[in-house]
């Protein structure tokens, strides 16, 4: 069984950072492109930032690239999203999502094979 789990959301102030992380179980983790998401409250959810299976390829948002650094550890299975000068634009739940040997990285999140459940992310102003 397929499991991602997010942690590291919380609510931090805006101008400051966190980092969410990503674990994954029940699968080949370095056979998946791994991507986060995030969804506002009355918003559709957006892409934010995806990470390919091989270590070099990255692609990120217009609106996080530059603040936000995507990065993966496959020995431990784990994707990283590192959020830096953080607006209140940015509160979301945030989601981790898992593409399978994908051609090439996914926006659309109908690409993505598994989900998490999500980590609330909150930037008070």
């Known amino acids: 069984q397929v499991q991602l789990v997010e942690s590291g959301g919380g609510l931090v102030q805006a101008g400051g950072s966190l980092r969410l992380s990503c674990t994954a179980s029940?699968?080949?983790?370095?056979?998946?492109?791994m991507g986060w998401f995030r969804q506002a409250p009355g918003k559709e959810r957006e892409f934010v930032a995806a990470?390919?299976?091989?270590?070099?390829?990255?692609l990120y948002a217009g609106s996080v690239k530059g603040r936000f650094t995507i990065s993966r550890d496959n020995a431990k299975n784990t994707m990283y999203l590192r959020m830096n000068s953080l607006k209140p634009e940015d509160t979301a739940i945030y989601y981790c999502?898992?593409?399978?040997?994908?051609?090439?990285?996914?926006?659309?999140?109908?690409?993505?094979?598994?989900w998490g459940q999500g980590t609330q992310v909150t930037v008070s102003s």
């Open positions: 999502a898992a593409d399978w040997l994908p051609d090439l990285l996914g926006t659309n999140g109908g690409e993505y094979d598994y």
């Open positions: 990470i390919s299976w091989r270590p070099s390829a990255t």
């Open positions: 029940g699968l080949t983790f370095s056979t998946y492109a």
